[in-house]
C-alpha cells in the first residue's frame, strides 16, 4: 500500500519553535505580579511532625506566604489512588517529603525563609527495603491504607506494607512444575532510576478574579490532571482550566500533580500568580523514579528443553507513597511479562507493591518490563547452559506462537518473534567465531502490547479551508502531534500545511493522555474517524452549495467537485456555507478502547561488547535491535523512538542508579547522577521487520516503549559470554564486574 | 553512617571511665567543639564546629548521656544538632566500651552511628564520612593522650 | 543564593586590600564553575564576592627561563589550545583537554581550579607531576609554594584567608622525558575521574634506564597524592613488567579514598595500582620516541 | 545590592538592574524574558541553558549575571535571522535532532559554536564539543546526523 502523507519522514510540526526558543514550557511561563513558591522538605525517613515554627520566616523580606498542613484541606491524593498529603500532615515518611512551602518575590527571597522554618520531628522506626518492609516486625508506613479513596480493594494483602497484589494466571501452575523435568529458580535486582527527562516538574497557577483557575503544569495528561486538582483543592472541575504548555520529556514521570496543589494554595492566599519549578536536586531526592524491583523465578523445563511452568514473585518498591501509580490495581503492569516471549502453559504471577520510607517510585517507559525482562531473559541463558542447550536454540524452540496466550493479554495472533529475533541474529556477529577474548555477545526479546485507553479530538474546517485539529493530549516529545496531522492529512488527502494541529484541554470532560505507547493507536484512530465523518460533513455541505446531491460530488484536488458539471468549490468556501451557515464544519469525538487488539510487537537485541578484565570497564562495540513493525507512520519519528530508548536501556544496563543509603538519595544533581552522554553510545543497527498488519491506523504498531526494554538483560548475556560472570543486579558497573573477575579467577587459581 | 574506632589505652578501666563519664574530658578531646555547658543531669547543650574546605559547619544542640553501665564499661550518649545558617544537622548515637586488658590496659571501643541530615547531606556525603572517621579516630587520640600524659592523675 | 556585595577591581592592588580587609568574609570568584554551584545551593554564605574577571595582567601563558609562566585566570580552553603549551608541554594541553565539558573549560581558571582544591580534579594532578610552583600575593608580599606542597586536605590548601594565587610556573620537561595523564572513567565519558594518575618519566637515553620519574594520582587521597616511595623504585631502573607491579602495590598502599558513586574506596585502591602501571608504562613509551 | 550591567544580546544593547546575586540564566528569562534559555541541572552539567559569551559556550547557570557585563551573549533565540532559520536550525528539524526539544536551544546554539570553529566536524570532534549537552530523548544519534546535515547547508541569515 502507498500512501501520500503516511510513511515520509517528516520533521516536526513544533520544530521551528523548538529550535527557536519561541515554544514554552511550563517554567517559560511569565505572569504580571507572578510570586515564586519553594518548598521544605523532611531531613527524616520516617517522623512524628511535633511542631512546625514558621514565625521567623514569615517575616522575612519579600515573604508572602507561609503555608504548612495546617493551613490546607485535610485531604490526600495520587494519580489513582489518593494516599499523599499535599504537603505532609503530621507525619513524614521519606527524606524529601514536602513540609512546608514559602512564596516570596523571587526564589531567592523563598530560599532564604526556608532556612528559618524550624520543624520539630520524633524520630520513627522506619524500613528501606522492600522484603524488610514485608516482613511482620516492619514498621507500618500506612495503617489505613485500605481506607484511602480508589484503594484497590480486590487486590488488598495482609502482608504488611504490601497496598497491591496482583496475581496473573495462566494454566495450572502446580501441574506445570509436576511435568518438569528440572526446575530452576533465580533472583534478580534492579536499583531506583530516575526518568532523566531535563525539564524539571513546574507549575503555575493563576486564579481569575472571578474565581477561575488556570493551571500550568509539566503533566501529559491534564484533563485527568483537572479531575485530580480539582478533587484535591475542592473546586469543580469545570472552574478549572489546564493550559498545555511543551513538555520537556515525559517517560512515565509527568503524570501527577507534582507542585500544582501547593502553587494554588499559595495563590488563593497571597492573590498572585504562582510559580514553582523543581530543582533537580528536587527531583532526584523527590520525583518519582522508577521502581527498586527485586524478581524471582521458578521455571519448569521438560527434559526436551519445553518450558512447561513459570512462577513469579515480583516485588517492587513503591516508596513512602503509591500515588504515583496510575493503572487501577495500583501495581505495576510489567510484572506480567515475566513468562517472556516464550508459550508457556502454566503461568503464576504474583505482584507485590510494598511501601518503604523511600522516595515514592512511579512509571518509567515500559513500566515493569525492564527489571521483568532483565530477570527473564538472563534467566533463559542460565537455564540454557545448564541444560546444556544452545542458548539461541533454547529460545526458538519456546518462542510464542500463534494462538499462545500471554498473561495479562490476548490469545495471539499474527505472533512474529521468529522473524524478528532471526533479524537480529543475522544483522549481529552471532553466527561468526569468536574474536578475541573477553569479548562476548548477548541477546535478549521482549514483546510489549499496545496499550489501551480513551483518547479525544475534534476536527474543525475552518473559514480560511485549513483543518484544526484539536487534541487534549500535550507534545510530549514522541512527536504525538506530527503523527496526528499525517493520518488527518492523509485521510483527507490535503496537504500538511492544510491541517494544524493545536492543543486544548478544556473541551473535553476526560482523556487518557499520552502514555503506553498509546497516542498512535487510540489518538490516531480517533482523529483517523473524526476526519472521515468530517469528509462527509464537507461533501454534503460542498453538495449543497453547488445544488446537487451528496453522491454527485467527489473531494479531488482539495476541492468539492460536482463530477457532472464544472463547479466545485474550495474547502474555505465550503467552510462559510457549512453547518448552521457561519459556524464551520466539526467533528467532535471520543473513542474509549478498554481491549487491546490480540496483537503485540516483538522486539530482540543482540549486544556486543568488551571487558577490560583489569578494571571491569564494558564497552560496547555493537547493538542491533530488531523490531516487529507495522507501517511506519513517520520513520524519523519512529527511529528517534528506537534510538533514545535504546540509550536509555544502556543506562539502565551499565551506568544509572539512584543510590540511596538509610533512604537518603546520594547521587543529587546531574554531576552524580549520570546521564550517557553523546560519547557513551554505542555503535547501532537498527532492523525494520516490516509487514503492514498492525492495529493502528495504516496497520501501524506501537514502538515508544520497545527499544529500551531487552537491553539490560542482553548486555548481562553477553557479559556472561565474555568473562564468564553472572549478574543478578544492575547495573553492570566496572566495579561490580572487576571484583566478580576477581572471584572467578580466585576460585579457578 | 556507621563508624567504629579502637585504641589500646595504658591506664586501667576505672581510670579511663572517670575520665569519659566527665562531659568536660570528652569536649576537650573531641576536635570543634567550642562550648559544652551542663543544662542537667545527663543532657548538655554545645556548639560544635567542623569545617570541609570553604564550608564552615556550625552545629548547636545537645548531647544527653542515656546509658551509663558501669558494671559493663559502656556509655552511650545521642547527639542531636542543628546548623540553621546552612539548613541541616546532625543526629549521632555514640557508644563507648572498655574491655580491661590489664590493670594498667584499656581497650576503648567507639562506636558511632550517625545521619547527616538537610543540605549538609545532601552533598559531600562521603567527604563527611571521611572527616567523621578522621574525628572519631583524633577523639581516641587525644583521650588516651590525656589519660597517659603525666599532668593527669 | 545568598545576598553578597560584589566587587570588580581591575588591580590587583585592590583585590590583595580587599582580601585583606574581609578575609574569611570573602571569596575570590574568577570562572565561578565550581564557585556559583556552592554559592547557589548555599553551601557557602560570603558577605563579599571579589571577582577577578576585570583584572588585567593574570591571563596570560609566557615561556621563560625554561618554564612556563601561567597567569592564574588563563582559562582551562586556553591551556588546551594554547599554540605554546601544545607545543612544549604537550601533557598539559592534553589533560586540560579533558576536563569537564567544553562549557566548563571556557570558564574554569588554572587559578581556580588549584585554589578550589577539589582532589577528583585532572589538572592539579598532570602540573604536581610537572613540578609545577605556585605563585601566591597578599598586601604583605608575595611567595612561592611548589604544589606538592600547597594542597593540605579535601578543598583546602595552604592559601591564606588574604592571599591570591596568581601564577604558575612550570618547568619545561627535560629532554628524554615522556609523561601521560590518564583519566579513568569506567561509567560516562563526562565525568570526574575514579582515579586520575599523572606519570613523567625521564629515561637515560642510551641505556634506556629511568633517570627520575614522578607519579601522582588523584581523586583516591584528600589531595592529590605524588607517591614518592614508589617513584625511588623506578630509578636507575628498567620498564619491567615485575617492577611496575611492584611501583602499583606502593601506590596502593599509600591512597586513601574515599566511597562515591565513582566507585567504592576499595575498587579506587585497586584501580590506582592498574592505571598507576598503565600511566608509567605509556610514560616510559612517550620517553623513549621522544629520544633521538 | 544591585547593580547595573549593560549586555548586549543577540545583537540589541540593553542595560539592566540586577542584585549581585542574580544568575545570568534568570537575568536573561526572567529580566529580559527571553526564556529560550532553559534550565535544567543547574549545575552546569546538562547544557540546556547554554549561550554564547563573546562566542563561546557557557553555562548560563553557572554565571552571575554580573560576568555579562560589557559582553555579547547569543541564546537561541538570536541565531534566525528575518524568519530564516540557522542552518543548524533548520538540519535539527529536518534530521530529527530532537524531541522534546528542552535541550534542543543548547543543542543548536552549542552546535552553532562548532560550525563557526570548525565548519566540517568528523563525528569524533562532534562528539567532543557536544559532550556537555546531555539530551534524554533521541540518543544523541540523530543530533550527530542534524550537524552533520547541517554542514552541508548553506550558512543560515546573516
Redesign the interface.
Known amino acids: 500500500m502507498s500512501y501520500g502523507k503516511i510513511g515520509q519522514p517528516l520533521g516536526r510540526i513544533e520544530g521551528p519553535a523548538k529550535v527557536t526558543g519561541e515554544a514554552k514550557y511550563t517554567a517559560d511561563v511569565l505572569l504580571p505580579g507572578m510570586i515564586w513558591g519553594k518548598v521544605l522538605r523532611s531531613p527524616l525517613p520516617h517522623a512524628k511532625i511535633v511542631s512546625i515554627d514558621t514565625q521567623e520566616a514569615e517575616q522575612m523580606p519579600g515573604i508572602l506566604a507561609v503555608l504548612t498542613a495546617k493551613d490546607l484541606p485535610d485531604l490526600l491524593t495520587g494519580r489513582l489512588v489518593y494516599d499523599m498529603p499535599v504537603l505532609a500532615i503530621d507525619r513524614v515518611r521519606f527524606i524529601g517529603e514536602k513540609v512546608a512551602v514559602v512564596a516570596a518575590e523571587d526564589p531567592d527571597m523563598a530560599e532564604d525563609a526556608l532556612a528559618s522554618i524550624d520543624v520539630e520531628y520524633e524520630e520513627m522506626p522506619a524500613v528501606f527495603d522492600a522484603h524488610e518492609a514485608m516482613k511482620s516486625e516492619a514498621p507500618l508506613l500506612h495503617p489505613d491504607y485500605r481506607s484511602y479513596a480508589h484503594a484497590p480493594q480486590k487486590f488488598f494483602s495482609d502482608i504488611p506494607n504490601v497496598h497491591s497484589h496482583v496475581t496473573w494466571k495462566l494454566g495450572d501452575i502446580d501441574k506445570g512444575f509436576a511435568l518438569a523435568k528440572r526446575v530452576f529458580e533465580h533472583t534478580f535486582n534492579t536499583p531506583a532510576v530516575h526518568q532523566g527527562y531535563i525539564e524539571p516538574h513546574a507549575s503555575v497557577v493563576a486564579i481569575d478574579p472571578d474565581g477561575r483557575v488556570n493551571v500550568w503544569i509539566s503533566n501529559k495528561m491534564p484533563v485527568r490532571a483537572r479531575e485530580l486538582l480539582a478533587d484535591v483543592i475542592e473546586i469543580p472541575e469545570e472552574r478549572i482550566v489546564v493550559h498545555l504548555a511543551q513538555i520537556g520529556a515525559d517517560f512515565g514521570g509527568k503524570g501527577s500533580l507534582m507542585d500544582a496543589p501547593l502553587c494554588y494554595h499559595l495563590a488563593k492566599r497571597t492573590g498572585r500568580p504562582v510559580k514553582m519549578v523543581m530543582t533537580y536536586t528536587e527531583e532526584l531526592m523527590a520525583g518519582n523514579p522508577r521502581h527498586p524491583t527485586s524478581i524471582f523465578l521458578r521455571t519448569g523445563v521438560t527434559e526436551e528443553g519445553q518450558i512447561v511452568a513459570r512462577q513469579a514473585k515480583v516485588v517492587f518498591n513503591s516508596g513512602a507513597y503509591a500515588a504515583f501509580k496510575p493503572v487501577p490495581f495500583v501495581n505495576i503492569p510489567g510484572a506480567k511479562d515475566a513468562a517472556g516471549v516464550y508459550g508457556t502453559p502454566h503461568i503464576r504471577i504474583d505482584a507485590y507493591s510494598v511501601y518503604a520510607n523511600c522516595v515514592p517510585s512511579g512509571h518509567f517507559r515500559a513500566p515493569g518490563d525492564l527489571q521483568v525482562n532483565f530477570a527473564v531473559e538472563s534467566s533463559m541463558d542460565m537455564i540454557a547452559e545448564d541444560l546444556g542447550l544452545d542458548r539461541l536454540e533454547f529460545r526458538k524452540q519456546n518462542l510464542l506462537k500463534d494462538g499462545d496466550w500471554v498473561p495479562g493479554g490476548p490469545q495471539l495472533e499474527e505472533v512474529r518473534v521468529a522473524e524478528t529475533l532471526a533479524a537480529a541474529v543475522k544483522a549481529s556477529s552471532w553466527n561468526q567465531p569468536k574474536s578475541q577474548p573477553n569479548r562476548g555477545l548477548g541477546l535478549a526479546v521482549s514483546h510489549r502490547l499496545i496499550g489501551t485507553g480513551e483518547a479525544n479530538t475534534q476536527l474543525t474546517l475552518e473559514e480560511d479551508g485549513t483543518i484544526q485539529v484539536l487534541t487534549p493530549v500535550p507534545e510530549v516529545g514522541t512527536g504525538a502531534h506530527t503523527i496526528l496531522q499525517q493520518i488527518v492529512a492523509e485521510t483527507l488527502f490535503l496537504s500538511l500545511d492544510q491541517v494544524r494541529v493545536e492543543t486544548a484541554s478544556e473541551i473535553f470532560k476526560t482523556d487518557s493522555g499520552s502514555g503506553a505507547s498509546r497516542v498512535t493507536y487510540v489518538g490516531g484512530q480517533v482523529v483517523q474517524q473524526a476526519a472521515g465523518e468530517l469528509m462527509k460533513l464537507i461533501l454534503a455541505a460542498g453538495a449543497k452549495g453547488l445544488g446537487c446531491a451528496e453522491n454527485e460530488v467527489v473531494f479531488e484536488g482539495g476541492r468539492v467537485v460536482h463530477s457532472e458539471s464544472d463547479g466545485s468549490l474550495s474547502l474555505a468556501e465550503v467552510a462559510k456555507m457549512g453547518g448552521d451557515g457561519k459556524s464551520a464544519l466539526r467533528v467532535k469525538k471520543s473513542l474509549n478502547l478498554s481491549e487491546g487488539p490480540p496483537m503485540t510487537t516483538f522486539t530482540a537485541q543482540v549486544v556486543e561488547l568488551e571487558v577490560d578484565p583489569e578494571t571491569g570497564q564494558i564497552r560496547l562495540l555493537d547493538v542491533v535491535t530488531a523490531h516487529d513493525v507495522g507501517t511506519i507512520i513517520n520513520p524519523l519519528g519512529h527511529q528517534g523512538q528506537i534510538e533514545g530508548g535504546l540509550l536509555q536501556g544502556v543506562g539502565f544496563g551499565l551506568i544509572e542508579e539512584l543510590r540511596m543509603e538509610d533512604g537518603q538519595v546520594s547521587t543529587l544533581n546531574l554531576g552524580d547522577y549520570k546521564l550517557p552522554n553523546i560519547r557513551d553510545i554505542p555503535p547501532l543497527t537498527t532492523v525494520l521487520v516490516e509487514e503492514e498488519l498492525g492495529p493502528a491506523p495504516f496497520h501501524g504498531k506501537a514502538i515508544g516503549e520497545s527499544s529500551i526494554t531487552p537491553t539490560g538483560a542482553a548486555i548481562a548475556n553477553a557479559v556472561y559470554d565474555a568473562v564468564g560472570v553472572r549478574f543478578h543486579d544492575l547495573p553492570i558497573t566496572a566495579e561490580k564486574v572487576y571484583w566478580a573477575l576477581q572471584q572467578h579467577s580466585g576460585g579457578e587459581g | 553512617m556507621k563508624f567504629e574506632q579502637t585504641c589500646t589505652i595504658a591506664a586501667g578501666p576505672l581510670k579511663v571511665w572517670n575520665f569519659l563519664i566527665d562531659m568536660e574530658n570528652v569536649s576537650r578531646c573531641l576536635p570543634g567543639v567550642e562550648s559544652m555547658t551542663l543544662v542537667d543531669e545527663d543532657t548538655y547543650e554545645g556548639i560544635f564546629k567542623i569545617r570541609v574546605g570553604p564550608i564552615a559547619l556550625k552545629f548547636k544542640g545537645t548531647l544527653r548521656v542515656e546509658e551509663r553501665d558501669r558494671d559493663n564499661w559502656h556509655v552511650g550518649m545521642r547527639v542531636e544538632a542543628k546548623d540553621r545558617r546552612l539548613g541541616g544537622g546532625v543526629r549521632a548515637y555514640l557508644e563507648v566500651d572498655l574491655v580491661e586488658k590489664g590493670s594498667d590496659e584499656t581497650q576503648l571501643n567507639v562506636k558511632l552511628e550517625s545521619h547527616v541530615l538537610g543540605k549538609i547531606g545532601e552533598f559531600g556525603q562521603p567527604v563527611m564520612r571521611k572527616k567523621t572517621d578522621a574525628l572519631l579516630q583524633e577523639f581516641a587520640r587525644q583521650v588516651s593522650q590525656e589519660l597517659t600524659s603525666p599532668d593527669y592523675a | 543564593?545568598?545576598?553578597?556585595?560584589?566587587r570588580?577591581p581591575d588591580n590587583l592592588e585592590e583585590v590583595l586590600s580587599l582580601l585583606h580587609d574581609h578575609g574569611e568574609d570573602a571569596?575570590i570568584?574568577a570562572g565561578?564553575?565550581a564557585l556559583?554551584?556552592?554559592?547557589?545551593?548555599?553551601?557557602?554564605?560570603p558577605s563579599y564576592?571579589i571577582?577577578l574577571?576585570k583584572l588585567a595582567g593574570l591571563n596570560s601563558v609566557d615561556s621563560a627561563d625554561g618554564a612556563l609562566q601561567l597567569g592564574a585566570l588563563v582559562t582551562h580552553?586556553e591551556m588546551e589550545t594554547s599554540p605554546v603549551i601544545r607545543d612544549q608541554i604537550p601533557v598539559l594541553a592534553e589533560t586540560f583537554r579533558q576536563v569537564?565539558?567544553?562549557?566548563?573549560r571556557?570558564?574554569a581558571t588554572v587559578g581556580g581550579t588549584l585554589a578550589h582544591?577539589d582532589p577528583s580534579q585532572d589538572s592539579p594532578v598532570t602540573l604536581m607531576a610537572l613540578d609545577a610552583r605556585v605563585g601566591l600575593s597578599s598586601s604583605g608580599g608575595s611567595r612561592e609554594v611548589p604544589l606538592d606542597e600547597f594542597f593540605t586536605?579535601?578543598?583546602?590548601t595552604v592559601l591564606q584567608p588574604d592571599e591570591l594565587l596568581t601564577h604558575v610556573q612550570v618547568p619545561l620537561p627535560k629532554p628524554h622525558t615522556g609523561s601521560i595523564y590518564l583519566k579513568?572513567l569506567?561509567?560516562?565519558?563526562?565525568?570526574?575521574a575514579t582515579v586520575g594518575v599523572a606519570a613523567s618519566v625521564e629515561i637515560e637515553p642510551s641505556s634506556q634506564l629511568c633517570r627520575e620519574c614522578r607519579i601522582v594520582l588523584g581523586g583516591v587521597a584528600?589531595t592529590p597524592l605524588r607517591v614518592k616511595e614508589a617513584e625511588a623504585l623506578l630509578s636507575g631502573q628498567k620498564l619491567a613488567p615485575e617492577l611496575l607491579h611492584k611501583a602499583a602495590s606502593v601506590v596502593q598502599e599509600h591512597t586513601d579514598p574515599?566511597?562515591?558513586?565513582r566507585?567504592?574506596a576499595d575498587?579506587k585502591r585497586?584501580?590506582a595500582g592498574?592505571c598507576v602501571r598503565r600511566a608509567l608504562e605509556q610514560a616510559w613509551q612517550r620517553a623513549l620516541t621522544e629520544s633521538p | 545590592m544591585t547593580h547595573t550591567i549593560r549586555l548586549n544580546v543577540n545583537g540589541k544593547e540593553h542595560t539592566v538592574e540586577v542584585p549581585s546575586r542574580r544568575l545570568l540564566i534568570d537575568c536573561l528569562r526572567y529580566d529580559l524574558g527571553l526564556t529560550g534559555t532553559k534550565e535544567g541541572c543547574s549545575v552546569g552539567v546538562c547544557g540546556a541553558c547554554t549561550v554564547l559569551m563573546d562566542g563561546k559556550p557557557i553555562s548560563s547557570c553557572l554565571a552571575l549575571a554580573l560576568f555579562a557585563d560589557g559582553k555579547e551573549i547569543v541564546t537561541v533565540e538570536g541565531l534566525a535571522r528575518e524568519d530564516r532559520l540557522d542552518r543548524v536550525q533548520q538540519a535539527f528539524i529536518d534530521y530529527g535532532g530532537f524531541q522534546c526539544g528542552i535541550c534542543t536551544p543548547g543543542m543548536v546554539v552549542t552546535a552553532k559554536a562548532l560550525l563557526d570553529e570548525n565548519p566540517d566536524p568528523t563525528v569524533d570532534e562532534i562528539k567532543e564539543w557536544m559532550m556537555g549537552n546531555l539530551c534524554r530523548c533521541t540518543g544523541y544519534y540523530k543530533i550527530i546526523e542534524s550537524i552533520q546535515g547541517a554542514t552541508a547547508l548553506e550558512p543560515g541569515g546573516e
Open positions: 543564593m545568598r545576598a553578597f556585595e560584589y570588580e571569596k570568584i565561578g564553575t556559583v554551584i556552592m554559592l547557589n545551593q548555599r553551601l557557602i554564605m564576592l571577582s574577571r580552553r569537564a565539558t567544553l562549557r566548563i571556557n570558564m582544591a586536605d579535601y578543598y583546602e579513568f569506567p561509567k560516562t565519558e563526562d565525568d570526574y584528600p574515599i566511597s562515591d558513586s566507585g567504592a575498587y585497586e584501580m592498574v
